[in-house]
């Protein structure tokens, strides 16, 4: 079965400062990668998502992702953080073929100083 | 075009009653899945809705079931509430089945189990 790790449940950075989120996954064959942000009393927005070709995936807000399949990461990066984007961050994934349910990661909470 | 609503936002439940959520997805989309939000087990994958039909199912009791009117709008019920389904609940449709597609999430119905 597929699965899906965050080893950093909270993150502090200054804003302008950049960012990686990390992630591990846990998955016999290429999977399906998604990157999910939920700002509080919100639900999930998709930020990126990868399925295959080019393992640098860009995002919305600036945000983008490397999967690196020797390493099953799929870590989160944004140069330039924002005080807007201090929320909580999910990796997700979903394996390739009748399994098609989401397996989210424990999520990582971000948090912005000014 | 409208987001996915979901309603109600908040509820609070006694120990032993039945909730019933609702969820109005994306005009166009004809997938819904639930899943449920908590402190302690994250988030996890309830079941999934094509056509009316269930097409994916995750690892809860039979208290909690869903289904799938005609024009794409979903329900689930939860019966005999315990105290652990206290929770954020939260519905994302998409276009297509599985989560190969993008999915868009509403912001949730908290549920409070007393």
């Known amino acids: 079965a597929q699965s899906v790790t965050q080893p950093d449940i909270h993150i502090t950075v200054s804003e302008g400062a950049s960012l990686e989120l990390r992630c591990n996954y846990s998955?016999?064959?290429?999977?399906?990668l998604f990157w999910y942000v939920q700002s509080p009393g919100q639900g999930l927005q998709l930020l990126l998502k990868?399925?295959?070709?080019?393992?640098l995936v860009q995002g919305i807000k600036g945000f983008e992702a490397e999967f690196k399949r020797s390493q099953s990461s799929f870590n989160l990066r944004k140069p330039s953080v924002h005080w807007s984007d201090a929320a909580e961050y999910f990796c997700?994934?979903?394996?390739?073929?009748?399994?098609?349910?989401?397996?989210f990661g424990t999520g990582t909470r971000l948090q912005v100083t000014l | 075009k409208a987001g996915v609503t979901q309603t109600p936002r908040y509820l609070i439940k006694t120990r032993g009653q039945q909730v019933t959520l609702s969820c109005s997805p994306i005009?166009?989309?004809?997938?819904v899945s639930w899943y449920q939000q908590t402190p302690g087990q994250g988030l996890q994958f309830l079941f999934e809705?094509?056509?009316?039909?269930?097409?994916n199912k995750g690892n809860f009791p039979g208290r909690f079931s869903g289904r799938q009117f005609s024009n794409s709008r979903s329900e689930m019920n939860v019966s005999t509430l315990e105290l652990g389904d206290s929770a954020l609940y939260l519905c994302?449709?998409?276009?297509?089945?599985?989560?190969?597609?993008?999915?868009?999430f509403g912001e949730g119905s908290r549920l409070t189990v007393l």
């Open positions: 994302a449709s998409s276009f297509q089945q599985g989560s190969t597609g993008e999915l868009f």
């Open positions: 998955y016999g064959a290429t999977p399906y």
């Open positions: 990868y399925f295959s070709g080019d393992t």
């Open positions: 997700a994934v979903v394996g390739t073929g009748t399994a098609s349910k989401l397996t």
């Open positions: 005009s166009g989309h004809r997938s």
């Open positions: 809705y094509f056509s009316e039909t269930q097409r």
